[in-house]
C-alpha cells in the first residue's frame, strides 16, 4: 500500500529534520506524511459502501482547536502553522473514517485511526513546545513512538 510508503519517507524527513535542522526537510515530511493519511482515508472508502459526510465537516473542528492549542498550550509553530492546519484537517479526517470503519464492524481501522491521531497530537509536543524538563519530553517520545507503530502494525493487519 502506497499510503505505508508516504509514511516510511515521512520518517526519513523528519529524521532528516531531526540531523540538520532545516525547516524544508519537516514541510516535505509533513507532506509525505499527509499524503500517507490520504492513502489511508482512500482505501477505507474503498472498503466500505458509504461515508458520511461528518468525516469531512467534523475535522475544521479539529483544526480550530488546533488554533487554539496554539496559544493555550503556548506551541512554537511558527512559519509552520498553515501546513500544519492543513495536515490536522487530513488526520482529523482519515481518523474520523476509520472510527467509522470500527463503529461498521472493521474494529481494527478504528483502533488504528484513534492511535495515529494519538501519535499526531504528541508530535505538536515534541516539535512545538519547551519542555522544562527532558524526562516529560522523553515520557512524549515513548507514547508517540508507541502509538505511530501500533497505527502502522494495526493498518499492514487490516490488509
Given at each position: 500500500m502506497w499510503a505505508l510508503l508516504a509514511c516510511f519517507?515521512?520518517?526519513?524527513?523528519?529524521?532528516?529534520?531531526?540531523?540538520?535542522?532545516?525547516?524544508?526537510?519537516?514541510v516535505i515530511g509533513i507532506i509525505a506524511f499527509m499524503l500517507g493519511h490520504v492513502g489511508?482515508?482512500?482505501?477505507?472508502?474503498?472498503?466500505?459502501?458509504?461515508?458520511?459526510v461528518r468525516v469531512y465537516i467534523v475535522p475544521v473542528f479539529a483544526c480550530l482547536i488546533l488554533i487554539g492549542m496554539r496559544k493555550w498550550c503556548h506551541l512554537h509553530i511558527g512559519s509552520l502553522f498553515v501546513p500544519c492546519i492543513i495536515y490536522c484537517y487530513f488526520v482529523s479526517t482519515m481518523t474520523l473514517k476509520a472510527i467509522e470503519c470500527g463503529l461498521?464492524?472493521?474494529?481494527?481501522?478504528?483502533?488504528?485511526?484513534?492511535?495515529?491521531?494519538?501519535?499526531?497530537?504528541?508530535?505538536l509536543f515534541l516539535y512545538f513546545y519547551h519542555f522544562s524538563h527532558i524526562k516529560n519530553k522523553r515520557a512524549v517520545h515513548y507514547v508517540n513512538l508507541a502509538t505511530y507503530y501500533a497505527a502502522i502494525i494495526l493498518f499492514i493487519y487490516s490488509l
Open positions: 519517507v515521512g520518517d526519513i524527513l523528519m529524521g532528516m529534520y531531526n540531523t540538520y535542522l532545516k525547516k524544508q526537510f519537516m489511508f482515508l482512500n482505501y477505507m472508502c474503498r472498503i466500505t459502501e458509504h461515508t458520511s461498521n464492524g472493521l474494529n481494527i481501522l478504528g483502533v488504528a485511526g484513534v492511535l495515529f491521531l494519538i501519535s499526531d497530537f504528541t508530535i
